[in-house]
């Protein structure tokens, strides 16, 4: 059974910086895309960042495009969101999501696995 377990959520100042994690289990996911979404309430799960795992070709949202960086741990089996000049706008629970694909995509329908979610909330 493949679980996503994110961490790393808090409370942070903006122009700080924050890292989550994802970890994963339940099988390797090298071959396979992951991605990072965010979601605020009310609104629809919206793509930030994502990774192939084989070559770690990465993938941006316009929003966080030279804010965020999203990178892997192969033998950890573990996803990171290093990210950085947060602004308030950033705040919202982020998901880690697997697919059974290489390609990378920024639907939230072709991802087949979701984690739980981590809040970051960034203060002004």
């Known amino acids: 059974q493949v679980q996503l377990v994110e961490s790393g959520g808090q409370l942070v100042q903006a122009g700080g910086s924050l890292r989550l994690s994802c970890a994963a289990s339940?099988?390797?996911?090298?071959?396979?895309?992951m991605g990072w979404f965010r979601q605020t309430p009310g609104k629809e799960r919206a793509f930030v960042a994502a990774i192939r795992w084989n070559d770690g070709f990465t993938y941006y949202a316009d929003s966080v495009r030279g804010r965020f960086t999203v990178s892997r741990d192969s033998p950890k089996n573990t996803m990171y969101l290093q990210m950085s000049s947060l602004k308030p706008e950033d705040t919202a629970v982020y998901y880690c999501a697997a697919a059974n694909s290489a390609v990378i995509f920024t639907a939230m329908q072709r991802y087949d696995y979701w984690g739980q979610g981590t809040q970051v909330t960034v203060s002004s």
């Open positions: 339940g099988r390797s996911f090298r071959g396979y895309a």
